[in-house]
């Protein structure tokens, strides 16, 4: 299973759920923001190395605890990555019974649709802002053109009342409140899941809820 987790605009906290995400469904984290990327990198090969035919996608992948992919962040490296390898470097980085979950570029960029274009299922992330709502629709609407179901949308940084109820209206799915934790924030920076430091929190309890709407359901 892949799972992409898009956002219709930076800075609504798309990275770190997408690394949160990923600890709790035991999933390989992916950087695919090309141009802008935020997972830790560390030595060794990226997708920019895979995506350009130069390392294989389990030469570059990483452990730790959440297996990563990242993403190199230099402007050479992002000009010779060809987006349209993705699914053939998803596909050879995952074994048996593994999943997936990708990071994507944020707003309407051109590279922004390939990781959607490979998702078996899109995660969106939407500010609790009302204004920001129209944001999250144009992704919601970039998802169904590429044939990524949309299975939940987080409702991200949310410091009192989320306009849940609006949102899913909106956007036609359940949409998780997650709350503005700072063990959330530093999470992708300290590479310590929210799920591992806080396994009672309000925000592993979100986390945890997004990863059941993910998850494929099983047939009666």
């Not at 950087?31 to 935020?38: I, K, N, P, S, V």
């Amino acid at each position: 299973m892949i799972v992409a987790v898009a956002g219709g605009k930076g800075g609504v906290g798309k990275t770190t759920l997408a690394y949160n995400l990923a600890a709790a469904l035991d999933a390989v984290a992916v950087d695919a923001d090309l141009g802008m990327a935020d997972l830790p990198r560390g030595r060794g090969p990226t997708l920019h190395d895979v995506l350009a035919d130069r390392a294989t996608a389990t030469e570059a992948r990483r452990g730790g605890p959440v297996d990563l992919l990242p993403c190199g962040r230099s402007l050479a490296g992002a000009r010779a990555a060809d987006p349209g390898r993705l699914d053939d470097a998803l596909a050879a980085l995952l074994g048996p019974g593994e999943h997936a979950v990708v990071d994507c570029p944020p707003g309407m960029r051109a590279d922004a649709g390939a990781p959607l274009a490979v998702a078996d299922r899109a995660v969106v992330v939407a500010s609790p802002r009302r204004f920001a709502l129209a944001d999250a629709v144009r992704t919601r609407a970039l998802a169904r053109a590429l044939d990524a179901p949309l299975a939940a949308v987080a409702c991200n940084r949310v410091d009192d009342d989320a306009p849940t109820d609006a949102v899913e209206r909106a956007l036609g799915a359940p949409t998780v409140a997650v709350p503005a934790d700072p063990r959330l924030g530093r999470s992708v920076e300290r590479e310590a899941p929210v799920t591992e430091t806080a396994p009672e929190s309000a925000a592993t309890r979100a986390v945890r809820a997004l990863a059941r709407l993910v998850q494929p359901r099983r047939s009666t």
